[in-house]
Protein backbone atom coordinates (compact mmCIF):
# COMPACT_ATOMS: atom_id res chain seq x y z
CA UNK A 1 0.00 0.00 0.00
CA UNK A 2 1.77 3.40 -0.85
CA UNK A 3 2.22 5.50 2.05
CA UNK A 4 0.40 8.69 3.00
CA UNK A 5 1.85 11.91 2.85
CA UNK A 6 1.13 15.20 4.20
CA UNK A 7 -1.28 16.30 1.25
CA UNK A 8 -3.41 12.66 1.75
CA UNK A 9 -3.84 13.24 5.51
CA UNK A 10 -4.88 16.42 5.23
CA UNK A 11 -7.23 15.71 2.43
CA UNK A 12 -8.87 12.94 4.66
CA UNK A 13 -8.98 15.02 7.49
CA UNK A 14 -10.88 17.88 5.49
CA UNK A 15 -13.50 14.83 4.07
CA UNK A 16 -13.38 13.40 7.76
CA UNK A 17 -14.39 17.12 9.08
CA UNK A 18 -17.05 17.99 6.42
CA UNK A 19 -18.99 14.51 7.05
CA UNK A 20 -19.36 15.71 10.69
CA UNK A 21 -20.27 18.97 10.06
CA UNK A 22 -23.11 17.82 7.49
CA UNK A 23 -26.13 19.09 9.26
CA UNK A 24 -28.54 15.92 9.57
CA UNK A 25 -31.73 17.62 7.60
CA UNK A 26 -33.33 16.40 4.70
CA UNK A 27 -32.11 19.42 2.55
CA UNK A 28 -28.34 19.01 3.38
CA UNK A 29 -29.27 15.35 0.77
CA UNK A 30 -31.24 17.54 -2.00
CA UNK A 31 -28.48 17.85 -4.05
CA UNK A 32 -26.89 14.61 -3.69
CA UNK A 33 -27.43 10.99 -5.34
CA UNK A 34 -28.56 8.70 -3.42
CA UNK A 35 -28.27 5.77 -5.12
CA UNK A 36 -24.57 4.59 -6.14
CA UNK A 37 -23.69 1.85 -8.50
CA UNK A 38 -21.52 -0.89 -7.16
CA UNK A 39 -18.17 0.55 -7.87
CA UNK A 40 -19.39 4.06 -6.67
CA UNK A 41 -20.01 2.75 -3.37
CA UNK A 42 -16.99 0.99 -3.11
CA UNK A 43 -14.75 3.97 -4.43
CA UNK A 44 -15.21 5.30 -0.76
CA UNK A 45 -13.36 2.27 1.52
CA UNK A 46 -10.64 3.42 3.47
CA UNK A 47 -8.27 0.51 4.36
CA UNK A 48 -7.38 0.07 7.60
CA UNK A 49 -4.32 2.03 8.94
CA UNK A 50 -3.35 -0.21 12.42
CA UNK A 51 -1.18 0.66 14.80
CA UNK A 52 -0.63 -2.01 16.31
CA UNK A 53 -1.18 -4.78 13.45
CA UNK A 54 -4.76 -6.90 14.12
CA UNK A 55 -5.60 -4.69 16.95
CA UNK A 56 -5.54 -1.25 17.52
CA UNK A 57 -6.59 0.83 14.34
CA UNK A 58 -5.71 4.85 13.42
CA UNK A 59 -9.10 6.99 13.85
CA UNK A 60 -10.50 4.38 15.98
CA UNK A 61 -11.64 5.48 19.66
CA UNK A 62 -11.06 2.54 22.48
CA UNK A 63 -11.62 1.96 25.92
CA UNK A 64 -9.28 -0.01 28.41
CA UNK A 65 -11.59 -1.61 31.20
CA UNK A 66 -10.09 -3.31 34.21
CA UNK A 67 -10.09 -3.51 37.79
CA UNK A 68 -7.99 -1.18 40.05
CA UNK A 69 -4.30 -3.45 40.25
CA UNK A 70 -5.19 -5.23 36.54
CA UNK A 71 -2.02 -3.40 35.07
CA UNK A 72 -3.99 -1.31 32.73
CA UNK A 73 -1.51 1.84 33.28
CA UNK A 74 1.41 -0.52 33.26
CA UNK A 75 0.10 -2.07 29.56
CA UNK A 76 -0.75 1.64 28.49
CA UNK A 77 2.95 2.78 28.68
CA UNK A 78 4.32 -0.18 27.10
CA UNK A 79 2.26 0.31 24.78
CA UNK A 80 3.04 3.86 24.02
CA UNK A 81 7.14 2.91 24.09
CA UNK A 82 6.41 0.00 21.64
CA UNK A 83 4.97 2.33 19.48
CA UNK A 84 7.48 5.54 19.73
CA UNK A 85 10.20 3.00 18.84
CA UNK A 86 8.25 1.01 16.06
CA UNK A 87 8.80 -2.08 17.78
CA UNK A 88 6.85 -5.32 17.91
CA UNK A 89 4.99 -6.43 20.84
CA UNK A 90 6.11 -10.57 21.12
CA UNK A 91 4.91 -10.74 17.08
CA UNK A 92 2.59 -8.46 16.73
CA UNK A 93 3.84 -5.59 13.74
CA UNK A 94 3.68 -2.12 15.53
CA UNK A 95 3.66 1.09 13.56
CA UNK A 96 6.05 3.45 14.73
CA UNK A 97 4.88 7.29 15.73
CA UNK A 98 4.74 9.45 17.98
CA UNK A 99 2.51 9.22 21.23
CA UNK A 100 0.71 11.34 23.61
CA UNK A 101 0.19 10.59 26.73
CA UNK A 102 -2.75 12.32 28.96
CA UNK A 103 -1.68 11.57 32.72
CA UNK A 104 -4.56 12.86 34.46
CA UNK A 105 -5.41 10.48 37.29
CA UNK A 106 -1.83 10.33 38.99
CA UNK A 107 0.89 12.15 37.38
CA UNK A 108 3.64 11.16 39.84
CA UNK A 109 2.87 7.51 39.78
CA UNK A 110 3.12 7.74 35.84
CA UNK A 111 6.55 9.55 36.00
CA UNK A 112 7.96 6.65 38.54
CA UNK A 113 6.88 3.96 35.96
CA UNK A 114 7.89 5.66 33.07
CA UNK A 115 11.70 6.14 34.42
CA UNK A 116 11.57 2.43 35.43
CA UNK A 117 10.27 1.28 32.33
CA UNK A 118 13.05 3.33 30.05
CA UNK A 119 15.35 0.99 32.21
CA UNK A 120 14.06 -2.08 31.88
CA UNK A 121 13.29 -1.41 27.78
CA UNK A 122 16.65 0.46 27.50
CA UNK A 123 15.31 3.29 25.79
CA UNK A 124 16.24 6.88 26.48
CA UNK A 125 14.27 9.58 27.96
CA UNK A 126 15.27 11.97 25.85
CA UNK A 127 14.85 10.95 22.62
CA UNK A 128 11.83 8.91 22.85
CA UNK A 129 8.94 10.74 20.67
CA UNK A 130 6.26 10.04 23.59
CA UNK A 131 5.05 13.28 25.18
CA UNK A 132 2.94 13.53 28.13
CA UNK A 133 0.06 16.12 29.54
CA UNK A 134 0.10 15.81 33.61
CA UNK A 135 -3.14 16.82 34.98
CA UNK A 136 -6.66 17.21 34.90
CA UNK A 137 -8.57 19.94 33.07
CA UNK A 138 -11.33 19.96 30.89
CA UNK A 139 -10.49 18.51 27.67
CA UNK A 140 -13.45 19.94 25.59
CA UNK A 141 -12.24 23.52 26.75
CA UNK A 142 -8.37 22.45 25.82
CA UNK A 143 -9.23 20.80 22.70
CA UNK A 144 -7.68 24.28 20.68
CA UNK A 145 -5.28 24.20 22.69
CA UNK A 146 -4.08 20.60 22.07
CA UNK A 147 -4.52 20.91 18.66
CA UNK A 148 -2.04 24.11 17.99
CA UNK A 149 0.34 22.45 20.35
CA UNK A 150 0.13 19.26 18.27
CA UNK A 151 0.28 20.91 14.87
CA UNK A 152 3.90 21.95 16.78
CA UNK A 153 5.26 18.52 17.81
CA UNK A 154 3.76 16.85 14.50
CA UNK A 155 1.40 13.95 13.17
CA UNK A 156 0.53 11.96 15.97
CA UNK A 157 -0.55 8.26 16.03
CA UNK A 158 -1.92 7.04 19.45
CA UNK A 159 -3.20 9.09 22.04
CA UNK A 160 -4.04 7.87 25.54
CA UNK A 161 -6.14 9.15 28.58
CA UNK A 162 -5.64 7.84 31.41
CA UNK A 163 -8.30 7.77 32.85
CA UNK A 164 -11.96 8.62 31.77
CA UNK A 165 -12.92 9.04 35.20
CA UNK A 166 -10.40 11.70 35.75
CA UNK A 167 -11.31 13.80 32.59
CA UNK A 168 -14.86 13.10 33.26
CA UNK A 169 -16.28 16.81 33.11
CA UNK A 170 -20.20 15.39 34.02
CA UNK A 171 -21.73 16.15 37.39
CA UNK A 172 -23.16 12.60 37.90
CA UNK A 173 -20.71 9.65 37.64
CA UNK A 174 -23.24 6.98 37.45
CA UNK A 175 -25.00 8.89 34.75
CA UNK A 176 -24.69 7.07 31.23
CA UNK A 177 -26.18 9.13 29.59
CA UNK A 178 -23.23 11.74 30.76
CA UNK A 179 -20.73 9.71 29.99
CA UNK A 180 -22.19 8.50 26.72
CA UNK A 181 -22.07 12.71 25.77
CA UNK A 182 -18.64 12.56 27.04
CA UNK A 183 -17.13 9.43 24.82
CA UNK A 184 -19.12 11.38 22.10
CA UNK A 185 -18.64 15.20 22.44
CA UNK A 186 -15.17 15.34 24.81
CA UNK A 187 -12.82 12.33 23.98
CA UNK A 188 -14.17 10.95 20.17
CA UNK A 189 -12.65 14.21 18.38
CA UNK A 190 -9.72 13.87 19.50
CA UNK A 191 -9.17 10.81 16.70
CA UNK A 192 -9.34 14.13 14.31
CA UNK A 193 -6.16 15.53 15.66
CA UNK A 194 -2.73 15.94 13.57
CA UNK A 195 -2.38 12.11 11.93
CA UNK A 196 -5.81 10.72 12.84
CA UNK A 197 -4.43 9.00 16.38
CA UNK A 198 -6.11 6.08 17.39
CA UNK A 199 -7.30 6.93 21.09
CA UNK A 200 -6.97 4.48 23.99
CA UNK A 201 -8.88 5.34 27.65
CA UNK A 202 -8.22 3.59 30.37
CA UNK A 203 -11.45 3.14 31.80
CA UNK A 204 -12.45 1.87 35.80
CA UNK A 205 -15.56 -1.16 35.15
CA UNK A 206 -19.16 -0.39 36.27
CA UNK A 207 -19.63 -0.89 40.37
CA UNK A 208 -19.16 -4.30 41.66
CA UNK A 209 -17.48 -5.77 38.48
CA UNK A 210 -16.56 -9.27 37.44
CA UNK A 211 -14.00 -10.25 35.61
CA UNK A 212 -16.44 -11.82 33.16
CA UNK A 213 -18.07 -8.18 33.09
CA UNK A 214 -15.47 -5.45 32.65
CA UNK A 215 -17.58 -3.06 30.85
CA UNK A 216 -16.49 0.67 30.99
CA UNK A 217 -18.50 2.58 33.66
CA UNK A 218 -21.17 4.58 31.46
CA UNK A 219 -22.58 0.84 30.48
CA UNK A 220 -24.68 0.78 26.93
CA UNK A 221 -24.08 4.68 26.37
CA UNK A 222 -20.42 5.08 26.38
CA UNK A 223 -19.93 1.33 25.16
CA UNK A 224 -21.57 2.67 21.78
CA UNK A 225 -19.96 5.25 21.10
CA UNK A 226 -16.55 3.68 21.14
CA UNK A 227 -15.29 1.50 18.29
CA UNK A 228 -14.01 -1.23 20.84
CA UNK A 229 -13.46 -1.76 24.43
CA UNK A 230 -10.38 -3.56 25.27
CA UNK A 231 -10.41 -5.82 28.89
CA UNK A 232 -7.37 -6.28 31.44
CA UNK A 233 -7.87 -8.87 33.77
CA UNK A 234 -5.55 -10.68 35.93
CA UNK A 235 -5.78 -14.33 35.87
CA UNK A 236 -5.08 -17.05 38.52
CA UNK A 237 -1.69 -17.55 37.21
CA UNK A 238 -0.88 -13.79 38.02
CA UNK A 239 -0.51 -13.06 34.09
CA UNK A 240 -2.63 -9.77 32.41
CA UNK A 241 -4.59 -11.20 30.12
CA UNK A 242 -5.58 -8.13 27.28
CA UNK A 243 -8.82 -9.10 25.39
CA UNK A 244 -12.40 -7.68 24.62
CA UNK A 245 -15.76 -7.31 26.04
CA UNK A 246 -18.92 -5.50 24.90
CA UNK A 247 -17.60 -4.64 21.86
CA UNK A 248 -14.95 -4.27 19.18
CA UNK A 249 -15.09 -3.19 15.61
CA UNK A 250 -12.45 -5.53 13.64
CA UNK A 251 -11.71 -9.39 12.97
CA UNK A 252 -11.69 -10.91 16.80
CA UNK A 253 -7.79 -11.11 17.99
CA UNK A 254 -6.38 -14.00 19.96
CA UNK A 255 -5.55 -12.76 23.85
CA UNK A 256 -2.63 -11.39 24.64
CA UNK A 257 -0.88 -11.62 28.03
CA UNK A 258 1.47 -9.47 29.86
CA UNK A 259 3.46 -9.96 33.22
CA UNK A 260 3.69 -7.23 35.89
CA UNK A 261 6.53 -6.91 38.04
CA UNK A 262 8.13 -4.81 40.68
CA UNK A 263 11.26 -2.78 40.19
CA UNK A 264 13.55 -0.41 41.64
CA UNK A 265 15.23 2.59 40.11
CA UNK A 266 18.37 4.17 41.07
CA UNK A 267 16.12 7.96 40.61
CA UNK A 268 13.02 6.58 42.30
CA UNK A 269 14.02 7.13 46.22
CA UNK A 270 12.10 8.87 49.25
CA UNK A 271 13.33 12.04 50.95
CA UNK A 272 15.24 9.42 52.89
CA UNK A 273 16.92 7.82 50.23
CA UNK A 274 15.59 4.92 50.50
CA UNK A 275 14.43 3.10 46.92
CA UNK A 276 10.40 3.26 46.04
CA UNK A 277 9.25 0.23 44.16
CA UNK A 278 6.55 0.83 41.11
CA UNK A 279 5.15 -1.67 38.46
CA UNK A 280 6.06 -2.05 35.14
CA UNK A 281 4.79 -4.76 32.18
CA UNK A 282 6.21 -7.08 29.81
CA UNK A 283 4.73 -8.86 26.78
CA UNK A 284 4.49 -12.78 27.28
CA UNK A 285 5.03 -14.91 24.40
CA UNK A 286 2.63 -17.95 23.93
CA UNK A 287 5.33 -19.97 25.31
CA UNK A 288 6.01 -18.06 28.26
CA UNK A 289 2.32 -17.90 29.04
CA UNK A 290 2.19 -21.81 28.71
CA UNK A 291 4.97 -21.91 31.12
CA UNK A 292 3.79 -19.77 33.61
CA UNK A 293 0.47 -21.00 33.46
CA UNK A 294 1.67 -24.92 34.15
CA UNK A 295 3.41 -23.53 37.18
CA UNK A 296 0.76 -21.96 38.36
CA UNK A 297 -1.18 -25.13 37.97
CA UNK A 298 1.90 -27.14 39.81
CA UNK A 299 1.35 -24.53 42.57
CA UNK A 300 -2.08 -25.46 43.16
CA UNK A 301 -1.26 -29.11 43.19
CA UNK A 302 1.09 -28.86 45.84
CA UNK A 303 -1.41 -26.58 47.71
CA UNK A 304 -3.69 -29.40 47.57
CA UNK A 305 -1.37 -32.07 48.88
CA UNK A 306 -0.16 -29.83 51.40
CA UNK A 307 -3.60 -29.67 52.89
CA UNK A 308 -3.91 -33.27 53.83
CA UNK A 309 -2.56 -32.73 56.93
CA UNK A 310 -5.08 -31.13 59.15
CA UNK A 311 -2.57 -28.63 60.96
CA UNK A 312 -2.07 -27.04 57.75
CA UNK A 313 -5.84 -26.74 56.65
CA UNK A 314 -5.87 -24.36 59.66
CA UNK A 315 -2.61 -22.00 58.86
CA UNK A 316 -2.27 -18.99 57.57
CA UNK A 317 -1.29 -17.96 54.07
CA UNK A 318 1.72 -16.65 55.49
CA UNK A 319 2.41 -20.16 57.41
CA UNK A 320 1.36 -22.23 54.68
CA UNK A 321 3.76 -20.26 51.92
CA UNK A 322 6.57 -21.26 54.19
CA UNK A 323 5.53 -24.88 54.44
CA UNK A 324 5.72 -24.98 50.87
CA UNK A 325 8.68 -22.71 50.65
CA UNK A 326 7.28 -20.22 48.13
CA UNK A 327 9.20 -17.21 48.50
CA UNK A 328 9.19 -13.90 47.08
CA UNK A 329 12.64 -12.32 45.26
CA UNK A 330 13.58 -10.69 49.02
CA UNK A 331 13.15 -14.33 50.54
CA UNK A 332 9.93 -13.29 52.51
CA UNK A 333 7.02 -15.81 52.23
CA UNK A 334 5.01 -15.50 48.86
CA UNK A 335 1.42 -15.68 50.29
CA UNK A 336 -0.24 -14.22 47.55
CA UNK A 337 0.64 -16.93 45.53
CA UNK A 338 -0.81 -19.35 48.27
CA UNK A 339 -4.25 -17.09 47.83
CA UNK A 340 -4.25 -17.63 44.30
CA UNK A 341 -3.54 -21.39 44.26
CA UNK A 342 -6.57 -21.43 46.95
CA UNK A 343 -9.02 -19.43 45.24
CA UNK A 344 -8.29 -21.74 42.07
CA UNK A 345 -8.95 -24.42 43.93
CA UNK A 346 -12.34 -23.30 45.78
CA UNK A 347 -13.50 -22.23 41.76
CA UNK A 348 -13.09 -25.99 41.04
CA UNK A 349 -14.80 -26.68 44.57
CA UNK A 350 -12.30 -28.75 45.76
CA UNK A 351 -12.10 -26.81 48.60
CA UNK A 352 -14.09 -24.60 50.88
CA UNK A 353 -13.79 -21.57 53.98
CA UNK A 354 -10.40 -19.51 53.89
CA UNK A 355 -6.67 -20.11 54.49
CA UNK A 356 -6.87 -20.72 58.92
CA UNK A 357 -10.04 -22.68 58.12
CA UNK A 358 -9.62 -25.12 55.27
CA UNK A 359 -12.18 -27.69 54.23
CA UNK A 360 -12.12 -30.33 51.47
CA UNK A 361 -14.63 -31.53 49.89
CA UNK A 362 -15.67 -34.77 48.74
CA UNK A 363 -14.43 -33.59 44.83
CA UNK A 364 -11.07 -32.62 46.60
CA UNK A 365 -10.50 -35.48 48.50
CA UNK A 366 -10.95 -37.83 45.72
CA UNK A 367 -8.72 -35.33 43.47
CA UNK A 368 -6.31 -35.36 46.24
CA UNK A 369 -6.32 -38.90 46.59
CA UNK A 370 -5.90 -39.08 42.52
CA UNK A 371 -3.16 -36.86 42.39
CA UNK A 372 -1.11 -39.04 44.94
CA UNK A 373 -1.74 -41.79 42.94
CA UNK A 374 -0.12 -40.71 39.85
CA UNK A 375 2.65 -38.39 41.18
CA UNK A 376 3.43 -39.86 44.24
CA UNK A 377 7.02 -38.55 44.62
CA UNK A 378 5.48 -35.14 44.04
CA UNK A 379 7.61 -32.27 45.52
CA UNK A 380 5.31 -30.19 47.86
CA UNK A 381 8.38 -27.67 48.35
CA UNK A 382 8.75 -24.75 45.42
CA UNK A 383 11.72 -22.28 45.27
CA UNK A 384 10.71 -20.53 42.59
CA UNK A 385 9.10 -17.17 43.32
CA UNK A 386 6.17 -15.82 41.02
CA UNK A 387 6.61 -12.97 38.79
CA UNK A 388 4.54 -9.92 39.75
Known sequence: MKPRDANDILREQVRSNEVRAAPSRPASWSDRRLILSSAGFVQGFVPPDYVIFGLLQRRFLYSITGKTGAGKTAILLLIAA??????????????????????????????MRWIALAQQMGFDLETLDVHFIPGVFKISEMQDH?????????PVNLIIVDTAAAYFEGDDENSNTQFGDYARRTLRPLTTMLGEPCVIVACHPVKNASDENLIPRGGGAFLNEVDGNLTAARTASGVVELHWQGKY???????????????????LKDSKGRLIPTVVASPLSERGHADIVQAARSRQDELLVALRDAANR???????????????????PHHVAVKRAFKELEKDKLVTGEPGRIDLTKKGEKAL????????????????????
Open 82 to 111: HVAEGKKIVDRDVEKGRVVYLAGENADDVR
Open 146 to 154: IRTEIKQIG
Open 249 to 267: RGPDFAPMHFTTRTVTHEQ
Open 314 to 332: KASQIDLARHLGWKLRDGK
Open 369 to 388: NTLLQNTPNLNTRCSDPEHI
